[in-house]
């Protein structure tokens, strides 16, 4: 089986790394980072820290240069997406987004005809071109995209070779309720820290906590109009993540991207709630005023 | 009784345009918190340059004591400095009026609980920039707007003021009730301010902007919104909207931004800035607490408020 990766920044390489390690699959990933790609392809992509795996990759900058894949993993930042896909569909059978937020498998149905949607929890951070730093290890679910959705039996390959590969994956029927889980609680911790410069912990103490809350009741009546049932509930993982010893002090990308200056994935976090909610009929008024707030700052 | 003598409370940018005004017509004292401002203000005068230029003398001091009696009083703090300068004027100034500049509300009502002198709410659209101790840049020329609170004063009080503003060269408007202007006014600031404050932004057109459903100008369109709804619970009409103070404000930032000026950084961004707590407590917080006295959700300004509040911890 051949598996493309694109986009492999932390998320990306962490999916491409394990994969690469498996020899029934032939691993490829397209990232536009030159120096990336030319370590990759002179040693290896190495990851290290919760685990240390030293992966096969062909990497290319070049998506002309991409064969026909059976799967594609989508790993870029949301912003991204269009113009990655735009670039690789050609390759593509089916195209799984494991990326933040709502609203990613939209744009990837754009270009490709079999999509799968995907919730991935590990994370990670690049260190040097072909090195990662893997954070946190933990489980990705997918399933068919309902409105253009790739076979279970692709869904279900998918997610044997990860898991196989030391990436549990999880391929369910509907795979919503995940997505909107981690969506409700993203939207909340990070456009709340990347507004207050605080971390995850303090997010979820006064005086922020009353309004995380009430931020992810938005979501949770945006996800319920949709007919979504929550895998879990989105408050207890905001609480448990809030705990000193899981991550207090963690501070949330978006926090991250406002401090390095960079772009956001907000459209598709708090402002994937409130688009949403138009569709549905669901008024998400804090989520649309974060979402303001966040595109406004310089 | 004509006034004659007058202490500023305070020489940040405000108390600062006010004092060295008041110098063409009056005797003018400053209390300072710090001494080393008010050495530096006694030894080379307090210089005030753009929409005036001149440098004043004047008699600064940060000792209350060493303060000469006055006919009015200006209390020209910050709101967070309020209290510290409403104890230094307990048990002085007999007969003078005392007048209160602060954003937001309840300025007034703390001053009452140090002396019953009689009181003139102000708001000022006055800005500048502070230089050092001695100098400010007078920026905006815009009015000081008065008037009697809660029959404490006289309305003639209030426009016996506004006549002195006016006769040391700034612009000053007398209400017989300042209420709806200060209320518009708080409106205004508990909406820019905070926007400000979360975007970094200075108050550009992005403030004015509403094409998109997620631009910065429905949001400030909606806090307004519930500002408003709040003042009509409390049975106040607003001497002007917001939204057109606001509209207005952003097109002239436009025309000051095209002659090369820079655009106006509301107080609250400054302080943000500067690591310094905020007036929040007294802008947004005052909103916040009517509407729960009027039984109206403010949903938005809550949020604000906590945004704010927790950008303070840092």
């Not at chain 1, 030319?38 to 002309?64: C, E, F, H, Q, W």
């Not at chain 2, 932004?201 to 500002?227: Q, T």
């Amino acid at each position: 089986m051949r598996i493309a990766v694109i986009g492999c920044g932390a998320v990306g390489s962490l999916f491409a790394a394990n994969l690469g390690t498996l020899d029934d699959v032939e691993v490829w990933a397209y990232d536009p980072w030159q120096e990336h790609v030319d370590a990759i392809n002179a040693n290896g992509l190495r990851l290290s820290g919760a685990g240390d795996v030293v992966g096969k990759v062909n990497a290319t900058a070049d998506p002309a240069a991409l064969p026909k894949c059976e799967l594609g993993i989508v790993a870029t930042k949301s912003q991204h997406t269009s113009e990655a896909m735009a670039a690789t569909a050609h390759a593509f059978g089916a195209v799984c987004s494991v990326q933040n937020g709502a609203g990613n498998e939209e744009l990837v149905a754009e270009h490709v005809k079999e999509v799968i949607r995907g919730t991935t929890f590990p994370a990670g951070r690049v260190i040097e071109p072909g090195h990662v730093g893997w954070d946190t290890k933990g489980d990705t679910h997918i399933g068919p995209f309902e409105p253009s959705p790739a076979p279970m039996s692709a869904v279900e390959a998918l997610a044997e070779a990860c898991t196989r590969a030391g990436m549990p994956t999880h391929a369910l029927s509907d795979a919503r309720g995940a997505q909107w889980r981690k969506v409700i609680f993203n939207a909340a911790s990070n456009a709340i820290a990347a507004l207050t410069g605080r971390t995850h912990g303090q997010v979820a103490e006064p005086p922020t906590r009353e309004l995380a809350w009430a931020v992810m009741a938005e979501g949770r009546a945006v996800a319920d109009a949709q007919g979504i049932t929550l895998d879990m509930s989105p408050e207890e993982l905001f609480d448990h993540a809030a705990r000193k010893d899981v991550a207090y002090g963690h501070k949330p990308s978006m926090l991250q991207d406002v401090e390095a200056g960079r772009e956001t994935e907000i459209d598709f976090l708090n402002g994937a709630i409130v688009a949403f909610g138009e569709r549905y009929g669901v008024d998400a008024p804090l989520n649309r005023a974060l979402t303001a707030l966040v595109k406004g700052r310089r | 009784v004509a006034i004659e003598r007058v202490c500023v409370v305070g020489a940040g940018v405000i108390g600062s345009l006010y004092a060295g005004h008041l110098t063409h017509v009056a005797e003018v004292s400053i209390l300072t918190r710090r001494g080393e401002q008010a050495r530096k203000l006694g030894e080379g005068g307090l210089r005030i340059s753009g929409k005036s230029e001149f440098t004043a003398e004047v008699f600064a001091t940060a000792d209350p004591d060493e303060l000469a009696d006055a006919d009015l009083v200006i209390v020209a703090t910050k709101a967070t400095q309020l209290e510290d300068a409403a104890g230094a004027l307990a048990g002085r100034f007999p007969t003078a009026a005392v007048m209160t500049i602060q954003n937001g509300l309840g300025a007034e009502e703390l001053v009452r609980t140090r002396g019953d002198w009689p009181l003139i709410s102000a708001v000022t659209f006055m800005s500048g920039v502070r230089h050092d101790d001695a100098h400010v840049e007078y920026e905006l020329d815009t009015e000081t707007w008065l008037g009697p609170f809660a029959g404490t004063a006289t309305h003639e009080q209030a426009q016996e003021i506004e006549a002195l503003l006016k006769a040391a060269g700034l612009h000053a408007r007398a209400f017989p009730d300042l209420r709806p202007a200060q209320w518009s006014k708080l409106i205004f600031n508990a909406t820019v301010n905070t926007v400000a404050a979360l975007t970094n932004l200075p108050h550009v057109s992005a403030f004015a902007a509403r094409k998109e459903d997620i631009d910065l100008g429905n949001l400030v369109h909606d806090l307004m919104g519930e500002g408003k709804t709040v003042a009509a619970a409390a049975g106040v009409e607003l001497h002007e909207d917001p939204w057109e103070m606001n509209v207005e404000a952003c097109r002239r930032g436009e025309t000051l931004a095209a002659e090369g000026h820079y655009a106006h950084v509301p107080s609250m961004l400054e302080d943000v800035r500067a690591g310094r707590p905020t007036e929040i407590d007294f802008i947004t917080g005052a909103l916040v607490r009517e509407a729960a006295k009027h039984d109206v959700p403010v949903p938005l300004h809550m949020a604000m408020y906590r945004l704010v509040k927790a950008r303070e911890c840092g």
